[in-house]
């Protein structure tokens, strides 16, 4: 026996107690209007007796007067009769004004019968029935599609069809023995259960399960989707030996072996006993510097070649849909991805020049690679679509993309042409060409400034490789410093003679061609810091680099999933960060800041005289980050957001202690109890502070906060929860099952309450739609440009 659509059978049966209410209404009008015909048919018959009872009165009375003589005349008495009819029919008219007359019966019985209805009392009643029915009609039909929603919420449970199961399985009648089956009965119930209306009652039953279905397949969609974002992804399969030892690429051996000194003091296993991940380290130290101090060794790690005819490469690395979003987008570094297809020939003669390019360019920029053949899916985090290979695209933080689409005319300028658009196309530091910018530059107070003033010319034209590494270096920390560039004299006649460093002079008597860093490390002061000067482009980096850290070290900037890497990875130094959670803007952090500088500089103190005492000794060289976390988000899109769901893993490692240090590059983390940081870099010098390793289930990458991560992958997040996924679907069941039973205006209120509640409860959302119009009217702050 089919299933019985119980919300059917209830919403006919309402259109049926409907039809059969409207049917007794009409009947009962008809009855009443009937009614009241006969009632003024009788009471015009009462009427007409009794005119004719009086008539038969007066007759009565003359034959009596005549009986008794009272009449002496056959005149006298007809002029008596004729005066006495006249006064009765006199006084009958008078009481015919006021009121009608009523026989003596009648009026004897009119006290203990109700007065006559009029026709607006009638009115009155009629539709006070009206409105009980209707009240009663209307509380039916409540009733009704409260059980049409109790059993579609049902149904989409998919608990509806066992009750109906259940309660059917008793009333199936059991088949006559010995009664022949009627011929064609078979072909008449197939066509019965194939009928227009069977067929629309089985949709009926079965449309709300189905989406439900399908809403089930799109949750797995999304997670699978937000599945493909692994921070952790950022680790090269190839080990960059430069970056082992902290140094640029073109670093010579006296370079080399300097770094290796400070990092083997640094990580030996002696220095840290029971740290595994420090052992390791060193081993890769000791690697690094066996190749890079032999001149031999290191020129044949430069020139590694892939093997002739091949397409892999050495200078680049192989990118896919699982990690390009951690290694590229969510990079501060310049990118430049190559997209190809191996068994094309136009991408076999560009690989020679590719990698030309790439290998001269790997210490200013990343090189990287996407094999359409293989990684498709990682295609679509591309700006635009590819439709020729080979292509190259420039990603580049709070740029626009670039593509570069080689051109073949001219083969023998193929790398000339590769390596000019490279040049330009890498982000500028901004120039200061007038008076007015500069001076409105060095007056400004969001950030810590360094300006750098020298021969602009030639770093622009002559020389622009080689300033490259300026470049990167301006692009890659200009979150947290205000990085300019002007002409020396254009410097010396707005700001003064103090602000360039003064060069010495070569054998010709010429002064050399020095660049000067002024520097305004506090911000908010509009004097002068201090100034270093630099021979060449190479100091010149050293120096920056030496500034922005000793800035970004008096300050706690709210670390990210972007800048984590720039903040606690270490720049050629051992690095700690300090986390300061749910630290706000005030006092409390200032004075935390001023403690932690007294405690730098009373260590630094402790080791000149260590070594003033004793020449030999040595101590390992480090410095403490201090950086900002937050457990909750801020609607404001200029505010933090808060951190990810593993940070609470990392976090209850320590105990949830306000303030924690955290080696990233040993994944050590330890509490910091003492209220006071003034001793805080002798407690991890002199291994007071005990830390601990983390559980290999922690995400370390993943717990921090991204500001940059999608709606998607929030609520992919979200839903990949077993809570979340349950809320979801009885809220999307709930929802089916409500709405066929309301108005279209209805639904477009409940529709925006809904988007409301959403947005004052899902701070990412209420943050997106406000960074929309922020970032309309201020599209040149940082958070903008990174959105964009």
Request: hydrophobic letters at 40%; a neutral charge; charged letters at 25%.
């Amino acid at each position: 026996m089919g299933k019985v659509d119980r919300c059917a059978q209830f919403k006919k049966e309402s259109q049926s107690a409907r039809k059969r209410f409207v049917a007794d209404q009409r009947q009962a009008a008809k009855e009443q209007a009937k009614a009241d015909k006969e009632e003024a048919k009788v009471q015009e018959e009462r009427l007409a007796q009794e005119r004719a009872q009086a008539r038969q009165a007066g007759s009565s009375k003359f034959q009596r007067a005549m009986q008794q003589g009272k009449a002496n005349t056959t005149f006298a008495s007809a002029a008596a009769l004729v005066s006495e009819e006249v006064g009765s029919e006199g006084e009958d008219d008078d009481d015919a004004e006021t009121e009608p007359a009523v026989p003596e019966y009648v009026s004897r019985n009119s006290e203990s019968q109700p007065k006559k209805e009029t026709a607006a009392s009638r009115k009155k009643q009629q539709a006070e029935r009206n409105k009980d029915d209707m009240t009663l009609l209307l509380e039916e039909e409540r009733a009704a599609r409260r059980q049409r929603i109790i059993w579609r919420l049902l149904r989409l449970l998919l608990v509806g069809f066992v009750i109906e199961a259940y309660r059917e399985k008793p009333s199936q009648p059991a088949p006559k023995e010995g009664k022949p089956k009627k011929k064609g009965g078979k072909n008449s119930s197939e066509s019965e259960a194939w009928s227009i209306s069977s067929l629309r009652e089985k949709a009926n039953v079965f449309t709300g399960p189905v989406l439900m279905l399908i809403f089930t397949f799109f949750l797995g969609f999304l997670v699978i989707a937000g599945e493909d974002f692994d921070p952790e992804a950022v680790v090269s399969s190839e080990v960059n030996l430069y970056e082992v030892l902290g140094i640029s690429s073109d670093a010579d051996v006296l370079a080399v072996r300097k770094a290796y000194k400070n990092l083997a003091l640094t990580w030996h296993p002696d220095k840290n006993p029971g740290c595994e991940a420090c052992a390791n380290r060193f081993a890769k130290i000791g690697e690094a510097y066996e190749i890079l101090n032999n001149p031999e060794k290191k020129a044949a790690y430069d020139q590694r070649r892939a093997p002739d005819g091949s397409l892999d490469s050495v200078a680049s690395v192989e990118l896919t849909a699982d990690d390009f979003e951690a290694r590229v987008l969510r990079s501060n570094d310049v990118w430049f991805v190559e997209v190809y297809d191996p068994t094309e020939g136009m991408c076999k003669s560009f690989h020679p020049v590719w990698e030309d390019v790439a290998q001269k360019n790997q210490h200013v920029a990343r090189f990287g690679r996407i094999d359409m053949t293989k990684h498709r899916r990682a295609l679509r985090f591309l700006p635009q679509r590819v439709v020729l290979t080979p292509v190259v695209f420039r990603l580049a933080r709070g740029h626009a993309p670039e593509m570069f689409q080689p051109q073949w005319n001219d083969e023998g300028r193929g790398s000339s042409q590769l390596m000019r658009w490279v040049q330009d196309l890498f982000p500028q530091v901004p120039t200061l060409e007038t008076g007015a910018s500069l001076k409105s530059f060095w007056k400004a107070s969001e950030k810590p400034r360094l300006l750098l003033s020298g021969p602009i010319a030639s770093a622009t034209r002559g020389r622009a490789r080689e300033f490259l590494q300026v470049q990167r270096v301006a692009h890659m920390w200009d979150e947290f410093v205000s990085i300019g560039m002007a002409d020396s004299q254009l410097v010396q006649q707005t700001l003064g003679n103090e602000f360039v460093a003064r060069g010495k002079a070569s054998g010709k008597g010429r002064p050399e061609a020095t660049w000067t860093i002024a520097a305004q490390i506090h911000i908010g002061e509009g004097d002068l810091g201090e100034t270093k000067g630099a021979t060449s482009v190479e100091t010149l980096v050293q120096k920056l680099q030496e500034l922005i850290t000793r800035a970004i070290i008096d300050q706690a900037p709210h670390i990210t999933m972007r800048n984590h890497q720039q903040l606690c990875g270490g720049q050629g130094v051992r690095t700690f960060c300090l986390f300061m959670v749910d630290a706000s803007e005030g006092g409390s952090i200032s004075s935390s800041m001023e403690e932690l500088k007294a405690s730098r500089v009373s260590f630094a103190q402790e080791v000149l005289e260590l070594k003033s005492a004793d020449e030999e000794a040595t101590e390992e060289q480090f410095h403490i980050q201090p950086v900002r976390v937050m457990t909750s988000s801020s609607r404001m899109p200029w505010l933090p957001v808060a951190a990810g769901s593993s940070f609470r893993s990392m976090w209850a490692e320590v105990d949830h202690a306000s303030m924690f240090v955290m080696e990233l590059e040993t994944r050590r983390v330890a509490a910091v109890k003492t209220p006071s940081l003034r001793e805080l870099y002798q407690q991890i010098a002199y291994d007071d502070l005990r830390f601990k390793d983390l559980s290999e289930h922690v995400q370390l990458v993943r717990g921090l906060p991204d500001p940059e991560v999608s709606l998607q992958r929030e609520l992919a997040h979200c839903l990949s929860t077993a809570p979340g996924a349950l809320a979801a679907f009885v809220l999307v069941a709930t929802a089916i099952a409500i709405l066929p039973e309301l108005s279209l205006p209805t639904i477009v209120a409940i529709s925006v309450a809904i988007l409301g509640l959403a947005l004052g409860s899902w701070p990412m959302a209420t943050r997106r739609l406000i960074s929309f119009f922020w970032c309309t009217m201020s599209p040149s702050s940082f958070e903008c440009r990174v959105g964009s």
